[in-house]
């Protein structure tokens, strides 16, 4: 196909509000990158459905959440309670997710889905897709309203929402969106709680 990869939020559409956006944009395959692939606020999305909604709509279900997820099961991405996404993105088993997604590009046209609505307060723009961009691919992002936004301009809208130039004197547009990213990074990080057996967000996209 090419190197352009989607992504969207489920948000809380419905299950067909949600087809009709991937037809659309004539996305063929869905790779699910959350870590626990279910809603209590929006269970038409849980993945034993949403396979099946999906799978009569001719379009693949591929769940990623183990590679691409944003709550990590190596105890080295943690620091503090914290997933950290520098250390995520290093490990073997989200380069391997990586290479799935790419993989997958060369024969569908692919949408990676997880649950925010907005791309920037997600881990699929804020970790998967700037890793996706730096290996060469073209990201869009689907909307809540249908429209694409392009990786770039995500990032532009990131820069303004963080308070920060998109150019200066002393750093490259590149190392302005980092920061902003490691900024956005600290509010939706996946935190563990206090208690061993239980976890919870701090905001953030599962």
Known sequence: MSDIVYTIGH??????????????????????????????FAPQFNREVI???LSR????????????????ADRTCYVDGRVRYDLLA??????????????????????????????LTCHRAILVARHLVARGMIVRHILEDGTLE???RAMDRLLREMGLPDH?????????AEEACRRREAE???????HADQSVPAGATP
């Open 11 to 40: 948000s809380s559409h419905s299950a067909e509000r949600f087809l009709a956006l991937l037809a659309r944009h004539e996305v063929t395959a869905v790779a699910d990158v959350r870590s626990s692939p279910y809603s209590r």
């Open 90 to 119: 290093r490990t073997a088993v989200f380069q391997r997710g990586l290479d799935r997604v790419q993989q997958m590009g060369r024969s569908q046209r692919i949408a990676l889905m997880c649950a925010e609505k907005d791309p």
């Open 188 to 194: 939706i990080a996946y935190r563990e709680s206090s």
């Open 57 to 72: 709509g001719g379009i693949e279900y591929v769940f990623l959440g183990e590679e691409l997820g944003a709550r990590s």
């Open 168 to 176: 200066d004197l002393f750093r490259t547009r590149e190392e302005m």
């Open 51 to 53: 396979s099946v909604v």
């Open 150 to 152: 392009e990786h770039d």
